[in-house]
């Protein structure tokens, strides 16, 4: 109940209540702290992300954040860029190159384009999800404190170097945040 109430709110600011018949999956998973949103309508939250949450901002940060994903689109750039990989892969596999300069490739493409462009992605949808729960009337300070509990579970030792990751770092996040602040200020005091 408590995610489908927050999740409803969010989706009503998003505009997207109508285009989708959405759904609500809660996995149990204690241990997984994580939660998506796929086109289509469906929202996923695995159990292990809700004492994270703590809050109604803290979970309108999250499914924002995951709404977000949804509204630009993310799912079909990725698919998009992973096609045009393959046909590149597959033109230099063509030409002969060696298996050294094949992997040598291989990790230059993956470090070089698909994680910075992941990383771009989750901070696209921090943005959106930040504004979506202010116009949700959630208050949007709580998305630092819920990327503050968030750090302080994961420790830096238990995260790669942000380079080598798919996600920006929670301090590069909570920095973000701060600094759209006032936009979503804006919306959470008219969020019409």
Same mark, same amino acid.
């Given at each position: 109940?408590?995610? %489908?109430?927050?999740?409803?709110?969010?989706?009503?600011?998003?505009? &997207?209540?109508? %285009?989708?018949?959405?759904?609500? !999956?809660?996995?149990?998973?204690? %241990? #997984?702290?994580?939660?998506?949103?796929?086109?289509?309508?469906?929202?996923?939250?695995?159990? *292990?992300?809700?004492?994270?949450?703590?809050?109604?901002? *803290?979970?309108?940060?999250?499914?924002? $954040?995951?709404?977000?994903?949804? !509204?630009?689109? $993310?799912? /079909?750039?990725?698919?998009?860029?992973?096609?045009?990989?393959?046909?590149?892969?597959?033109?230099?596999?063509?030409?002969?190159?060696?298996?050294? #300069?094949?992997? /040598?490739?291989? &990790?230059?493409?993956?470090? *070089?384009?698909?994680?910075?462009? @992941?990383?771009?992605?989750?901070?696209?949808?921090? $943005?959106?999800?930040?504004?979506?729960? /202010? %116009? @949700?009337?959630?208050?949007?300070?709580? @998305?630092?404190? +819920?990327?503050?509990? !968030?750090?302080?579970?994961?420790?830096? /030792?238990?995260?790669? =170097?942000?380079? +080598?990751? #798919?996600?920006?770092?929670?301090?590069?996040?909570?920095?973000? +945040?701060?600094?759209?602040?006032?936009?979503?200020?804006?919306?959470?005091?008219? =969020?019409?």
């Amino acid at each position: 109940a408590w995610v %489908k109430r927050v999740t409803e709110r969010v989706i009503w600011a998003s505009g &997207l209540g109508n %285009k989708y018949r959405w759904e609500y !999956m809660i996995i149990n998973a204690p %241990k #997984t702290v994580n939660a998506a949103a796929i086109a289509g309508g469906r929202i996923i939250v695995y159990t *292990g992300i809700l004492p994270v949450a703590q809050s109604d901002a *803290g979970l309108a940060t999250i499914i924002g $954040h995951e709404v977000g994903h949804v !509204m630009a689109h $993310h799912t /079909a750039e990725r698919i998009s860029q992973y096609g045009l990989v393959n046909i590149a892969g597959a033109v230099a596999g063509a030409a002969g190159l060696s298996d050294l #300069t094949m992997a /040598a490739l291989g &990790l230059g493409v993956q470090v *070089g384009v698909l994680l910075p462009y @992941s990383r771009s992605n989750e901070g696209e949808a921090d $943005h959106i999800g930040l504004l979506l729960m /202010a %116009k @949700s009337g959630y208050d949007p300070r709580e @998305s630092v404190v +819920l990327w503050q509990r !968030m750090s302080r579970g994961t420790g830096e /030792a238990g995260r790669p =170097p942000e380079f +080598l990751s #798919t996600h920006p770092n929670p301090e590069t996040r909570i920095a973000d +945040l701060q600094r759209w602040m006032p936009q979503a200020w804006q919306y959470y005091q008219s =969020p019409s």
